[in-house]
């Protein structure tokens, strides 16, 4: 977890270092009081040092004066050097030390401090000076300071996320005081930050770069120490956020590619996968239901209230629909990558045809790259959908094992080819267009894919770790767990996500490259038993649930968007959760409902472990199943990419 310096962030805004950070140092003068002079000599976020330098009005000469300031809103002192420093509340009282008590009249006390302040510094609202009547002797110069605080020491990182470092380090010593430290990149002569503490927050940095650090420490008289031992980080590439866009959410859900900008979606995604494109006779094709849905992908209308830049399509132009959304998408955020995904569980059946031979592997690929990313669709002017798609996934259930078709045993062998092909015409085309799989979590299903061999094609891969229990089973289990539990009756089918993890792992996948999958829908069962616990965990039931989910791709029953479980079944059952699991469940003991589902803290959880195995990311299924607040997504991005 990234921690945060609420009195240490800084704003680097001023002065550019030609590294994408900038700093800002300033200073000015004001009247704090009558006979107050009042100078900021350097400011920053949320802190600043300043000197005071207070006039003997008193008509005699002083040996030995106190002064008193009162502290406007917002300000505090922390530290101060050249007195002797109380303070009660806001009212702060300085008196002079052994070689600067001696003021004439109608000279001056000067004094310096650093604080923190609350968005503005302010001067002192009221300002005096008081001591006792001496001779005219004029006060001696103070003892020159030429003395440099010691070195910094134990400089280290205490979290570091893409765009930013913490930085912790040991106290510097000084023969007078030190008021404050400063923090150096290599090469800039400049600080980046200039701080009164011991720890800082260094923003602006850039994802996946190096950055080597050096910290001195000052005092009052401008003596600075030498440079700290260099400290090397290297920031974090940010972890890959996917998520899944259904092309039919158009329909009964009004779920539009401009809901991911309005509720904030598209801002926190890497990946952006539409689901789905069908394989026909062998080739990628849209065509009419029940083989496709060009209406939704680049016929259908919207008007300037449903358009992402509030323009509404004109009749006459020849890329509408979704298609013509999502390329007004990615001009919004232009870091977003969109794939086309072909198959899922219902159009998966015609890819092992298709992949069969090598002359059909070639004109396979072909065709999707023709359609999907070069943009030419059938009865439209060449190139009209080109710059929709920034590459390839592929959701094939399953090879071998087979879904709603049956598989073939050549299977294991064909995909691994059929993904040489991909990346190789896709790199054809050009350089840095995309390749992903999402991969199934039963090592009965993963097992038939070469793992070890593939990953070396793709990007990533999206390992569909939900689903593990559902409409099929007899009795309530978990369908997304995290870790198997004890008592699992079911716990030899390895059915939790870090088993699938672990067996990617083993079968040769990099931890980089596996993006683990996430429900934003749960499952769930009726009429089930009570059971031991009382809580319906492991017991027979009914059967599966009617949902809300309007799920067509799979007509299956069960299932239960996250907002409908939220704002409906929350209230209306016992919600526990497993400490094995790491997940939560609801039961209804007067309906018999059991529900298995992700809430924002198991999608925390789930974070944590991402980030604690360094995993590539997180995959969701499905967008508009999340709240209108978009609760589990803003859990998932605030763990991954803070």
């Not at 996968?273 to 849905?293: E, H, M, Q, R, T």
């Not at 539990?485 to 980089?512: C, F, M, W």
Request: glycine share 12%.
């Amino acid at each position: 977890m990234r921690l945060s310096f609420a009195e240490r962030k800084f704003s680097l805004s001023a002065l550019s270092l030609g590294l994408g950070l900038v700093v800002t140092l300033s200073t000015s003068t004001a009247m704090a009081a009558d006979g107050c002079t009042f100078t900021s000599t350097n400011t920053w976020a949320t802190g600043y040092c300043a000197e005071l330098r207070v006039t003997n009005a008193t008509g005699s000469n002083l040996q030995g004066w106190t002064a008193t300031f009162q502290s406007a809103p917002g300000m505090t002192v922390t530290s101060l050097w050249n007195g002797s420093w109380t303070v009660e509340g806001s009212l702060n009282k300085v008196t002079s030390q052994d070689w600067n008590g001696a003021v004439l009249a109608g000279g001056v006390a000067t004094f310096g401090f650093c604080g923190t302040h609350s968005g503005t510094v302010i001067p002192p609202v009221s300002c005096t000076l008081s001591g006792s009547s001496g001779g005219n002797t004029p006060p001696p110069n103070p003892p020159a300071d030429t003395q440099a605080p010691s070195v910094v020491t134990g400089l280290s990182v205490l979290a570091k996320a893409p765009r930013s470092v913490d930085l912790a380090w040991q106290p510097s010593t000084d023969n007078v005081g030190v008021t404050g430290y400063e923090v150096f990149l290599s090469n800039v002569s400049t600080p980046v930050a200039t701080l009164t503490g011991t720890s800082a927050s260094v923003t602006g940095l850039t994802p996946g770069t190096a950055y080597t650090f050096t910290v001195k420490a000052r005092d009052a008289a401008g003596n600075r120490s030498a440079a700290s031992s260099p400290l090397t980080v290297t920031t974090p590439s940010p972890k890959k956020l996917v998520g899944y866009f259904i092309r039919w959410g158009v329909y009964g859900r009004a779920f539009y590619p401009k809901t991911l900008d309005t509720n904030g979606t598209a801002a926190k995604l890497t990946h952006l996968n539409y689901a789905f494109g069908n394989v026909v006779n062998g080739k990628c094709g849209i065509l009419p239901s029940p083989l496709g849905d060009s209406w939704a992908d680049y016929q259908m209308d919207f008007d300037a209230a449903k358009s992402v830049d509030g323009v509404a399509d004109l009749w006459s132009q020849p890329l509408k629909g979704n298609f013509n959304q999502l390329r007004k998408l990615k001009a919004k955020y232009p870091n977003l990558k969109v794939l086309i995904s072909l198959g899922g569980w219902t159009w998966s059946g015609g890819i092992s045809d298709a992949v069969s031979t090598p002359e059909k592997r070639q004109a396979f690929v072909q065709s999707c790259i023709d359609l999907y990313i070069r943009g030419n669709i059938p009865g439209l002017p060449a190139g009209a959908a080109a710059g929709v798609f920034d590459g390839i996934d592929i959701d094939w259930e399953f090879p071998v094992s087979g879904g709603l078709v049956p598989g073939r045993p050549e299977d294991t062998v064909n995909y691994t080819a059929a993904l040489a092909e991909f990346r190789r015409q896709l790199d054809a085309v050009r350089p840095g267009l995309q390749l992903s799989i999402a991969t199934p979590s039963a090592p009965g299903n993963y097992s038939k894919i070469e793992l070890g061999r593939v990953h070396a094609y793709l990007d990533h891969l999206n390992v569909m770790t939900y689903d593990m229990h559902g409409a099929w089973d007899s009795k309530a289990n978990f369908h997304s767990a995290l870790y198997n539990q004890t008592a699992n009756p079911d716990k030899a089918r390895r059915d939790s996500t870090q088993e699938a993890v672990q067996g990617h792992l083993a079968a040769g996948v990099p931890a980089s490259k596996l993006v683990v999958g996430v429900p934003f829908y749960g499952r769930g069962w009726q009429g089930t038993q009570a059971g031991p616990a009382g809580d319906g965990l492991y017991q027979s039931t009914w059967g599966a649930a009617w949902g809300n989910s309007d799920d067509v791709t799979t007509g299956a029953t069960g299932l239960f968007d996250y907002f409908y479980i939220r704002n409906v079944l929350e209230s209306t059952g016992v919600k526990r959760r497993h400490p094995e699991a790491q997940v939560p469940y609801i039961y209804n003991p007067s309906t018999g409902l059991w529900l298995s589902y992700d809430d924002p803290v198991s999608m925390g959880v789930k974070g944590d472990y991402i980030l604690n195995n360094n995993l590539g990311g997180a995959m969701i299924w499905e967008l508009s199943g999340d709240d209108p607040q978009g609760s589990l997504l803003t859990a998932l991005k605030s763990k991954l990419n803070p």
